[in-house]
């Protein structure tokens, strides 16, 4: 899936935040030529923009709030990467998420980049409530525009941290769809298009595709600072896994070049980095896990 690409001959970095290999990894999965449908802020912006700049120059880049082919001025504030100035620089159309989606259902948009709260074996998500809906529990920011974009878009990426609450054999409430319950012609029944749905999910740990027929999360590639029984260990159900464990791809870490543009154009406050406090840094021939507070240092945690 991750396939060869530039970053194999690039010199590497020997320590990064958790969520700074996330976005290199999900930067490395996008394709250039093609429409991407992105949500506001985070990893899933980060990633887009990151994959322009080094690797797909010629991604249309359309943001969630329906901006259109923006050359954003970088880094954004923090607070402001949608309906902004800075983040709508020189846009081909400033429009909104109605008349984008419009234009995805009909099949102008490739992908769509999200992240989620809560994913199930069948890549639906929540990012409404947690608990047991209506009755108990509490409401989280809700879909905003992702309800739409897991809706039309052709394929549809997922990020989100890898722990076990994040993995949920059923999620809480269905805020945006994937295959819903897996059986075949489920997306047609609802009124989807049967050949669109989750094409990955991206995690600080690991990369996932979902299998043709049965439309359940498979395990296909994971970070090289952790073992396969630790991934496991923090899902709240066990994927699909190939016939032969060998098959399982180990990532590469990020660059220098990635990390260097990453934190100087786009994350320079260290706000998206900071929130997942977990760095890995190399000691001698092993990747080590540390905890850090920011940018500043840390002591290992595990291997």
């Known amino acids: 899936m991750i396939g060869k690409g530039p970053w194999r001959e690039m010199p590497k970095a020997s320590s990064f935040a958790e969520r700074e290999f996330q976005v290199c990894i999900a930067a490395r999965l996008v394709e250039d030529g093609k ?44 607070v402001m990467t949608l309906a902004a100035a800075r983040p709508s620089y020189r846009a ?49 920011n809700g879909p905003g525009g992702a309800d739409t974009i897991a809706a039309v878009c052709r394929r549809l990426v997922l990020m989100t941290d890898h722990q076990r609450r994040k993995f949920a054999p059923k999620v809480d409430f269905i805020s945006s769809p994937g295959y819903l319950d897996g059986t075949p012609g489920a997306r047609r029944r609802a009124g989807l298009a049967a050949d669109a749905g989750p094409y990955a999910v991206v995690t600080n740990w690991a990369v996932f595709d979902f299998e043709p027929a049965s439309h359940h999360l498979r395990l296909r590639a994971i970070a090289p600072f952790v073992t396969l029984d630790q991934v496991l260990a923090e899902m709240g159900f066990k994927p699909r896994l190939p016939e032969s464990l060998d098959a399982i791809e180990v990532l590469d870490p990020p660059t220098e070049e990635e990390l260097h543009i990453f934190r100087t154009e786009m994350d320079a406050q260290g706000q998206f980095t900071d929130a997942a406090p977990r760095w ?9 896990m540390v905890e850090k507070e920011g940018r500043s240092g840390g002591t290992p945690a595990f291997i």
Do not use: C
């Not at 969630?64 to 001025?73: K, R, T």
């Not at 709260?117 to 947690?130: A, K, V």
């Open 280 to 288: 890995v840094t190399r000691e001698k021939d092993r990747w080590v």
């Open 35 to 78: 429409a991407y449908w992105v949500a506001g802020g985070g990893g899933p912006m980060y990633s887009v923009l990151l994959a322009k700049r080094l690797y797909t120059p010629d991604v249309v880049y359309v943001a969630e709030d329906g901006v259109v082919g923006a050359e954003p001025i970088l880094p954004f504030d923090p």
């Open 92 to 140: 081909l159309m400033w429009t909104n998420m109605n008349a984008i989606g419009d234009q995805s259902a009909v099949g102008y948009l490739d992908y769509g980049v999200l992240n989620a709260l809560q994913i199930d074996p069948y890549g639906n998500i929540n990012s409404t409530w947690l608990g047991a809906y209506p009755s108990e529990g509490r409401r989280v």
